[in-house]
């Protein structure tokens, strides 16, 4: 069973920057695709960048293409998401999520089996 921990959201203003973490436990098959995914109110799930914890590629949406930057540390179990020049659309709950296989550039949310509860952040104008 995989169990995923966020860390590191809040408050910041527009143009700042935040970084999420995710504690990852559990097998490693299980958790071949990590994503962050966020959830603004009144809005759909949206996945916002992945990586394939093998081969250290990386896919990102174009909201946030250039801006954010996914990344891990395998000694550690942790994943990242660093979020710079943040805009207010940014605002919203962020999720970690893992998925079994390959298809690391998918961000269906029915693909990813295992969730972590989530962090806010708040970006203010």
């Known amino acids: 069973q995989v169990h995923l921990v966020e860390s590191g959201g809040g408050s910041v203003q527009a143009g700042g920057a935040l970084r999420l973490s995710c504690a990852v436990s559990?097998?490693?098959?299980?958790?071949?695709?990590m994503a962050w995914f966020r959830q603004g109110p009144g809005k759909e799930r949206e996945g916002v960048a992945g990586?394939?914890?093998?081969?250290?590629?990386?896919y990102y949406s174009d909201s946030v293409q250039g801006r954010f930057t996914i990344s891990q540390d395998n000694a550690k179990n942790m994943v990242y998401l660093q979020m710079n020049s943040l805009k207010t659309e940014d605002s919203a709950i962020y999720y970690c999520?893992?998925?079994?296989?390959?298809?690391?550039?998918?961000?269906?949310?029915?693909?990813?089996?295992?969730w972590g509860q989530g962090t806010q952040v708040t970006v203010s104008s």
């Open positions: 559990g097998p490693t098959y299980l958790t071949t695709c």
């Open positions: 990586i394939s914890t093998h081969a250290g590629s990386t």
């Open positions: 999520a893992a998925a079994p296989g390959y298809g690391c550039n998918s961000f269906v949310p029915g693909r990813y089996g295992s």
